[in-house]
């Protein structure tokens, strides 16, 4: 029976904001989470489903990408986790009649928290925006023959296969990847946006310039090992929960641990362990030092160490060095130059605690450096990760157990994603191999990225938007914008599994494409299937559903891509697209002839497990740059200046919420509840600028256009962030994200450097 989800929409209301006091990160609420599970699910099917997350014989978890050990817990979940399992398996459900009672107009004026709540979408839906008198425009139900049907006369219809846009986001299996970029391709165009391009773009841009490819080269088990893990630009214990574990265990055997970033978060504090007695009870400290930095001033901290670690004598790793690098003279020479006047400016530390850092690093033989959003969304984000791997390189900390690179990827397989070929930049020998394998001719002009993408719905150039899940309109910057530009498309198709805000922001006409999730079973015509997906650190292996779709109207994402190929490309297609839906394993075996490393795919994943992706750098010390060596940068130091009287504003999550998907309006950790548009001021910061905490402001950025984007309404909350920052949660505050503030080279939004001033409300 299905239940129904809250009335009203409470988090249109005004905040209520508790004064902030941290909890001690790691232990749930586990009766609170386990209540929450059991609105939406029920008790049985609550037990029947979270016990089956991330085991072998389970289904992979629709939130982060964390790997899983050999070894795994009964409860093999986060906080998090469970709950988007919960929103996933809900009972509630999203039919006909909803759209009926809720018009275009009434869903746009609801919170993403409300959309989501609802539940499972049932059937096809199809608005036409404009054919009903105005204010009275309704999603309809519609076949799935009639919907492919509209997308294959829109996509015909356009003057160039470069007028679409296929964005995808990290939640699709690599089945399901594999097919859409195929399908894209044949059909035409490389415009292949997807959410890396806002989060992780920066680190694939920079490691593969630095050390040839664009992935992390550690293992769970080398963060195990490690003497010295430094964690900056990351908050594990809201955006990946299960990496608290991780650090835990390397701690109890010797590990140091280095925290760099603005606020001080709960789970670098305080870890208490909710799988073991001891660490429910006691709890670990997992920071050695916190680096309290200013937002931005990662890369001048990183340089400085980088001069120190050269002037030290005998701390360089020359074997190393002379043997696998090239650059390293460049390097030394802009290191010299560090100074320790600016760096202390840059990233508001004081020298020794610099100077602490640099012991740890030099008493380590093993280091490891993590990161994710705090260092890839800034202009100078690109420069500020090649510099990390400076200071790895160095020390020879690449290509040894126990040491490398970490960025931590967010969205469940948005790295398999890319593996896959969702890429708007593909390598000529992946399009070589694609195309010799499938007897196409794919377009080798790069393609539109995420940005690109939404300037070119903008200013005309495209024309048609099929979004492979996620929440587009939510996740983008510059949100005013983006809904303009949005609104300018002739087609928008959302493959879906529950509401959000881009089902309510739309082209002339749009569909929403009702899909199964990770915990349903997938029953095609050879039999039940599995997909497969890949994690932060490369592991490759099955998702397994259990449970009955939501509906009988629900088709798989490949079903999808493989119907629609069918009914857009016709005859001409030699693409058997009809045996890829009936049977997955055919498409396994086609990557595996396409893609190096996935030989004898099918075989491989059917292991409990699954397997590892090859690395060269990791696995041989071979880096497959153009020098063919790992390289060292020297890039021009960077960091934001901040005007008088302006803060430099950092979008971030709340605890109760994963990437644009809102669970729930606390934020436990920060002391934060019953409220989302909140903003984090210094006490002295706020004092100076007049902000009482408990205020309500607008904030508004300043970029170098005449354009004024303003978050209206925000109750200003003192909490110790590093002076001269402030932060708030996102989706609300992408509005004050500009569209051109993007990372050079990698053009993923600046989203973590937003000079603000504040209004009265």
């Not at 072998?56 to 982060?64: L, R």
């Not at 994603?417 to 191999?433: C, K, N, S």
């Not at 303009?484 to 599994?497: G, K, M, P, Q």
Request: charged share 25%.
């Amino acid at each position: 029976m299905a239940t129904k989800p809250p009335a009203g929409d409470p988090a249109q209301d005004a905040p209520q904001v508790a004064p902030p006091k941290q909890a001690a990160a790691g232990l749930p609420a586990i009766g609170h989470t386990l209540r929450i599970a059991q609105r939406q699910m029920g008790v049985a099917r609550t037990a029947r489903t979270l016990l089956k997350v991330n085991q072998k014989n389970g289904f992979d978890c629709p939130g982060c990408a964390w790997p899983e050990g050999d070894k795994r817990h009964t409860a093999e979940f986060c906080e998090n986790g469970a709950k988007a399992v919960a929103e996933e398996a809900t009972l509630r459900r999203v039919t006909p009649d909803f759209f009926a009672e809720h018009p275009l107009a009434d869903l746009a004026g609801r919170s993403g928290y409300w959309l989501g709540q609802q539940g499972r979408i049932t059937e096809p839906m199809l608005l036409e925006r404009g054919a009903l008198p105005e204010g009275g425009d309704r999603y309809e139900a519609v076949s799935w023959e009639r919907a492919f049907e509209i997308i294959a006369e829109e996509l015909t219809a356009l003057d160039s296969p470069d007028e679409a846009l296929f964005y995808t986001s990290g939640r699709t299996s690599n089945e399901a990847a594999f097919l859409f970029q195929l399908f894209a391709r044949e059909f035409g165009t490389n415009n292949l946006p997807d959410c890396s391009n806002m989060c992780h773009e920066s680190s694939g841009s920079a490691l593969t310039e630095t050390i040839g490819i664009g992935k992390g080269s550690v293992s769970l088990e080398d963060l195990h090992q490690a003497d010295l893990i430094i964690v900056a630009g990351q908050n594990p214990g809201t955006n990946h929960p299960r990496m608290l574990s991780a650090l835990e265990k390397a701690k109890s055997a010797g590990a140091k641990i280095i925290s760099v970033n603005p606020l001080p978060e709960a789970g670098m504090e305080r870890f208490k362990n909710p799988q073991t007695p001891i660490g429910m009870l006691k709890g670990t400290a997992l920071n050695d030092l916190f680096l309290q930095i200013r937002i931005g001033g990662d890369q001048a901290l990183f340089r400085l160490l980088n001069k120190l670690v050269i002037e030290t004598e005998g701390a360089t790793d020359e074997a190393f060095i002379r043997e696998h690098t090239h650059g390293y003279e460049e390097l030394a020479a802009a290191a010299e130059k560090a100074d320790w006047a600016e760096t202390l400016t840059a990233t508001g530390l004081t020298r020794p605690e610099i100077e602490q850092a640099l012991a740890m690093v030099l008493a380590s033989k093993r280091t490891i450096v993590c990161w994710a959003m705090g260092l890839t969304q800034h202009k100078h984000a690109v420069a500020t990760i090649r510099e990390v791997v400076n200071l790895l390189l160095l020390r020879g900390n690449i290509g040894r157990p126990g040491a490398g690179v970490c960025p931590v990827r967010g969205h469940s397989n948005v790295q398999g994603d890319r593996t896959m070929g969702i890429f708007e930049r593909p390598a000529p020998a992946f399009l070589d191999a694609l195309d010799k394998e499938f007897k196409i001719t794919s377009p080798r002009g790069h393609g539109f990225d995420v940005v690109r993408s939404i300037q070119a719905l903008r200013d005309g150039e495209a024309k048609v938007l099929f979004a492979m899940g996620g929440n587009f309109v939510g996740a983008t910057p510059d949100t005013e914008v983006t809904e303009a530009a949005i609104r300018r498309a002739s087609l928008t198709v959302h493959v879906s599994t529950k509401l959000n805000r881009s089902h309510a922001v739309t082209g002339r006409r749009a569909l929403i494409l009702p899909t199964l999730g990770r915990t349903d079973k997938d029953i095609q015509a050879s039999g039940k299937q599995f997909v497969t997906v890949e994690d932060s650190m490369g592991m490759v292996h099955s998702s397994r559903g259990n449970l009955a779709p939501a509906s009988p109207h629900l088709l798989s994402e490949p079903a999808i891509v493989a119907r629609m190929a069918r009914a857009v490309l016709g005859q001409a297609s030699k693409t058997p697209w009809e045996e890829f839906e009936r049977d997955y394993a055919t498409i396994r075996d086609r990557i595996a002839r396409v893609i190096p490393g996935f030989e004898d795919f099918n075989a491989r994943v059917a292991r409990p497990g699954g397997f590892q992706l090859p690395h060269a750098p990791r696995d041989e010390r071979r880096f497959p740059t153009k020098t063919g060596k790992a390289n060292f940068t020297a890039a021009p130091v960077e960091y934001p200046k901040i005007p008088e009287g302006r803060l430099l504003l950092q979008t971030l999550r709340s605890h109760d919420q994963y990437n644009t998907t809102i669970y729930g309006l606390d934020d436990r950790y920060r002391g934060i509840t019953g409220g989302r548009r909140v903003v984090l001021v210094h006490p002295e910061d706020a004092a100076e600028l007049g902000l009482a905490d408990g205020s309500y402001t607008d904030l508004v950025s300043e970029w170098n256009d005449a354009v004024e984007r303003r978050a209206p309404g925000f109750r200003v909350v003192h909490y110790p962030t590093a002076r001269g920052c402030a932060a708030a949660y996102y989706p609300e505050t992408n509005v004050l994200v500009p569209l051109d503030s993007t990372a050079d080279t990698s053009n993923t939004p600046a989203s973590k450097s937003v000079v603000v001033r504040f209004e009265p409300a």
